[in-house]
């Protein structure tokens, strides 16, 4: 194992850390869109009772899993006075990419090469993942290239596992009470839908689910998720002329019309929104198309809503014979009103990932989190690095270094809200609420 970690803390807690995120990432765990049950699918129960097991084994005495999948759980203090900290990962993966028969494999001592897994022709080369050529050196985590990794989060969970249960056999360390959950369904915007954050009992949370090494995020999109329904008028193809009302056809002249070289996630960066057609579904009479749509500006979301919705409505309205519904669900606000009169919260955590010898870094999310609904929700939480990239596909990897740091980093978090300046800035900001 290379020994170019970020701290000995870091280099110690590394193997523990392996060996329970390759647990956590073999058992399925795949969300389901339009849920009917919290969680959506038995997986994520799977992995949450085996964290209540390794919590319970730790010495987390009150660590369960309650009606909804939530696992929920508390380390109690070990200096007086200083305010309860929340820390929040999901078990859930995407379904964007297969997540069955996830096979982890570490590479250790990258050298910096292309590396070609064996399964699905997956190549991840670092010619074309910027991240991928600063990890030279390092022991990384990939699929065998026929799912996801699962980093996004069983990284998250096994980092915070990692800390919890190094911080339970250490009492001598400083540390505030710590709240701990696990959340279902993260990745269909359904994380936060029943998080209790009355009975959580935290004056802040940080989510373990960024990406690169020192990432700190205080901002996020603000999201919807947008539904075109078309009914048509189907009829036998041989019959059809003057009948026929092809509602799959309307939906592919809807996504045609759109913007091609502005608006999508292929064509933007940085703070430019988006419009992401990621599913259409159907037949001739009857065809679903859903979009997600992005911006870190909330007037400018709502005008990329307004150009979905005029698009469609031009284009199914000039058939009087069809019919379209449209149905806009908002998914997660951006995390930053909520964020910025706690600026403590953030600071905290700075300090952590500096003590822990790197660059703290606050950068914005082009995505969202837990923490962007539990912010809104009162309880502010901002998003924290855990080592993974190229989430959602099967080209996911994780830095085995920049994962042990961010383990690190939570046992940092927790001295950081023990100092005495940090303890004064909560109670006062409790005392305003």
């Not at 964290?51 to 660590?63: F, H, I, P, R």
């Not at 997956?122 to 010619?127: F, I, R």
């Not at 940085?270 to 057609?277: N, Q």
Request: net charge negative; hydrophobic share 40%; glycine share 8%.
């Amino acid at each position: 194992m290379s020994s170019s970690y970020s701290s000995p803390l870091a280099q110690e807690l590394a193997p523990g850390l392996l060996e329970r995120f390759e647990r956590y990432v073999r058992i399925e765990s795949t969300a389901q869109r339009d849920r009917t049950q919290s969680p959506s699918t038995p997986g994520q129960l799977e992995v949450s009772r085996l964290l209540v097991a390794e919590l319970q084994a730790a010495g987390v005495d009150d660590a369960m899993l309650d009606d909804n999948g939530y696992v929920v759980a508390t380390l109690p203090a070990t200096v007086e006075d200083a305010p309860t900290i929340g820390l929040v990962a999901h078990v859930d993966t995407s379904p964007d990419a297969p997540g069955a028969g996830v096979e982890p494999l570490v590479h250790r001592d990258y050298d910096g090469t292309a590396i070609r897994l064996p399964k699905g022709d997956t190549v991840l080369d670092p010619a074309d993942m910027r991240a991928l050529a600063d990890k030279v050196g390092h022991d990384l985590v990939t699929s065998s290239g026929d799912t996801l990794l699962g980093a996004d989060d069983k990284a998250g969970v096994a980092e915070i596992m990692t800390a919890v249960a190094y911080l339970a056999a250490h009492p001598e360390l400083p540390r505030p009470t710590l709240r701990i959950c696990f959340t279902p369904d993260e990745e269909i915007g359904e994380g936060a839908t029943l998080f209790d954050v009355e009975r959580f009992g935290a004056f802040c949370a940080y989510t373990m689910d960024g990406s690169e090494v020192g990432e700190l995020q205080d901002e996020t999109f603000t999201a919807c998720e947008v539904t075109l329904t078309i009914d048509g008028v189907d009829i036998h193809p041989g019959f059809a002329k003057g009948k026929l009302v092809n509602a799959a056809r309307l939906a592919a002249r809807i996504v045609a019309a759109l913007p091609q070289d502005r608006l999508t996630p292929e064509t933007t960066d940085g703070r430019e929104g988006f419009i992401h057609v990621f599913e259409i579904t159907g037949d001739a009479q009857h065809t679903r198309v859903s979009a997600i749509v992005r911006d870190f500006d909330d007037a400018l979301l709502h005008e990329h809503v307004a150009l979905l919705r005029a698009t469609a409505e031009e284009i199914v309205g000039a058939e009087p014979r069809a019919r379209l519904a449209i149905s806009v669900h908002p998914q997660y606000p951006n995390m930053r009103s909520y964020l910025e009169p706690f600026p403590e919260v953030v600071e905290a955590a700075e300090r952590a990932i500096n003590a822990e010898g790197l660059a703290a870094r606050r950068t914005v999310i082009r995505g969202g989190t837990d923490g962007s609904r539990l912010s809104a929700m009162g309880l502010p939480t901002p998003n924290v690095f855990t080592g993974g990239h190229e989430f959602h596909s099967v080209r996911e990897w994780a830095s085995l270094h920049d994962m042990a740091s961010a383990a690190a980093t939570i046992v940092r978090l927790a001295e950081a809200w023990t100092q005495d300046d940090l303890r004064a800035a909560a109670t006062r900001a409790a005392s305003a609420a």
